[in-house]
C-alpha cells in the first residue's frame, strides 16, 4: 500500500491564524481526501482534492475556510483558515490505493493534531 | 448522503469471548463497507472490507457480514486478545467516488 506522510504533525495555533498541512504519498494516486476527527469522535470528510482542479467540497465546509491544492499526484495541502478553537481536531489525508489483490481501497495519513488557543 | 449508524458505542468483553460490532447504511447504492481499527494517538488502519457482491469475509479472527437486503453489515472478533483493544469504526462508499461515511465508533475493551 501506499506510504503516506504529513506535516506538522502537531500544532498549537492562536485564533485568528492560518496553518497549512502537507500530505504526501510515495506513488502516484488518483484520490485524495481530507477528513476531520474531532476530539473523541468519527472521521468527516471534508473534501475531495482534485489534482488539476478546484477540491470537492463537503456540505458543511466551504474553500474560504478550507483552501486545498493539489498540484500533483503525489502531493496535496489543506489550509484551516482563520482558527478558533472549534477547529481544534486531527486532520487526516486519506488516499485510494490498491492491494495486494488488486483492490482499491482507502488508506490514512497519521495526521496533524491542531490545537487552537 | 449516506447516513451510517453503528451500535453498540462501547463493547467490553472478557479475554477469549468474540465482539460484534453491527452497523446500517442507508443508501443502497453504497457497495463498500472497509472498517477500521483506530489505537489511542494512532491512525485508522483498514483491518477488513467487504463489497457488496459478498456476503461474508474472513481473515483470520476476523469476519464481516452484508445483508444488502436490510442494509446492515456486522463485524465478528472471535477468541479476542487485549491488543484487540481499540476503537473501531465502519464506513460505506459508492465505488464511483470512494467517499467514505463513517460511523460513530465503537471502543472495545479485552479483559484480561
Known amino acids: 500500500s501506499a506510504v503516506i506522510s504529513q506535516k506538522p504533525s502537531r500544532d498549537i495555533c492562536q485564533r485568528g491564524t492560518s496553518l497549512t498541512i502537507q500530505c504526501q504519498v510515495d506513488?502516484?494516486?488518483?484520490?485524495m481526501f481530507w477528513y476531520r476527527q474531532q476530539p473523541g469522535q468519527s472521521l468527516t470528510l471534508i473534501a475531495t482534492?482534485?489534482?488539476?482542479?478546484?477540491?470537492?467540497?463537503e456540505s458543511g465546509f466551504v474553500i474560504d475556510k478550507f483552501p486545498i491544492s493539489r498540484p500533483n499526484l503525489t502531493f496535496s495541502t489543506l489550509t484551516v483558515s482563520n482558527m478558533s478553537p472549534e477547529d481544534s481536531s486531527i486532520y487526516l489525508c486519506?488516499?485510494?490505493?490498491?492491494?495486494?489483490?488488486?483492490?482499491?481501497?482507502?488508506?490514512f495519513g497519521p495526521g496533524t493534531r491542531l490545537l487552537v488557543l | 448522503g449516506e447516513n451510517v449508524e453503528q451500535h453498540p458505542s462501547t463493547l467490553s468483553v472478557q479475554e477469549g469471548d468474540s465482539a460484534v460490532i453491527k452497523c446500517t447504511y442507508s443508501d443502497s447504492a453504497s457497495n463498500y463497507f472497509p472498517w477500521y481499527k483506530q489505537e489511542l494517538g494512532k491512525r485508522p488502519q483498514l483491518i477488513i472490507d467487504?463489497?457488496?457482491?459478498?456476503g461474508e469475509k474472513k481473515d483470520q479472527r476476523i469476519a464481516v457480514t452484508l445483508n444488502k437486503t436490510a442494509k446492515h453489515f456486522s463485524l465478528h472478533i472471535t477468541e479476542t486478545q487485549p491488543e484487540d483493544s481499540a476503537v473501531y469504526f465502519c464506513a460505506a462508499s459508492m465505488s464511483n467516488d470512494y467517499k467514505l461515511s463513517f460511523g460513530a465508533g465503537t471502543t472495545v475493551t479485552v479483559r484480561a
Open positions: 482534492a482534485n489534482q488539476g482542479s478546484e477540491a470537492t467540497y
Open positions: 486519506s488516499v485510494e490505493d490498491q492491494t495486494d489483490t488488486y483492490q482499491e481501497t482507502q488508506y
Open positions: 467487504i463489497r457488496s457482491n459478498v
Open positions: 506513488s502516484q494516486v488518483t484520490m
